[in-house]
């Protein structure tokens, strides 16, 4: 049957076209929370804190650009030296995911950071990946001694920086990163996909 204007309007009281306004609104909800609730992308897909400690204010933004173009749901906090992250960890209840650390940084470096946070029973299991321009066997060495998970060699080209931080978050998250990787698996760089200190 259909239903004409008049059948809200001309014959139906004040009080009946109320109610069925109301009837109208609670399937609408109920409807578009059904299929809110039905996509996959909505409640399956998992939610990674980041935070980067870097003080080069031009590699933190192509940082987050890079991270933006990643099929990954992320949230970002940057901090711009040793002093501030340490800081920022101490006030936070909930730790990030994966920490994303240069080494050279104003106040208080990487090394001494990373040593800190490894020390630390409330921090020592947030998983660390050292991002640095350099790469000198006998540093990077001291850093997998020290607790790192990853030591990442920021490329050249945005494009290779976003599949290297993309296979560092992956490679990161997918594992219990509390037991320590094997060497062999410790250093990610453009050129190859995994490479050994020293090697």
């Known amino acids: 049957m259909k239903l004409r204007q008049d059948d809200f ?8 076209s109320v109610l069925t306004l109301c009837i109208t609104a609670i399937v609408i909800i109920f409807r578009s929370s059904f299929l ?47 002093e501030d992250l340490m800081l920022h960890l101490y006030a936070k209840n909930e730790l990030p995911d994966l920490l994303f650390l240069d080494l050279n940084m104003p106040r208080k470096n990487g090394f001494e950071c990373l040593t800190e946070i490894k020390r630390n029973e409330k ?18 060495n001291l850093l997998y001694k020290n607790g790192a998970q990853h030591y990442v060699c920021k490329p050249n ?13 992956t490679l990161t998250l997918q594992k219990n990163h509390v037991t320590q990787i094997p060497i062999e698996e410790f250093v990610l760089s453009p050129e190859s996909r995994f490479r050994e200190p020293g090697s």
């Open 157 to 169: 080209s945005f494009e290779q920086l976003v599949e290297i931080i993309h296979r560092a978050i």
């Open 36 to 82: 809110y609730l039905a996509m996959p992308h909505v409640s399956k897909v998992p939610f990674h804190r980041i935070l980067l400690a870097d003080d080069d204010n031009d590699d933190c933004l192509l940082f987050t650009d890079a991270l933006n173009d990643l099929p990954l749901a992320t949230n970002l906090t940057t901090v711009r030296h040793g």
């Open 123 to 140: 921090l020592k299991t947030i998983p660390v990946i050292i991002f640095s321009t350099s790469y000198a066997p006998e540093i990077v």
């Open 9 to 16: 309007h001309g014959k139906a009281g004040p009080g009946k």
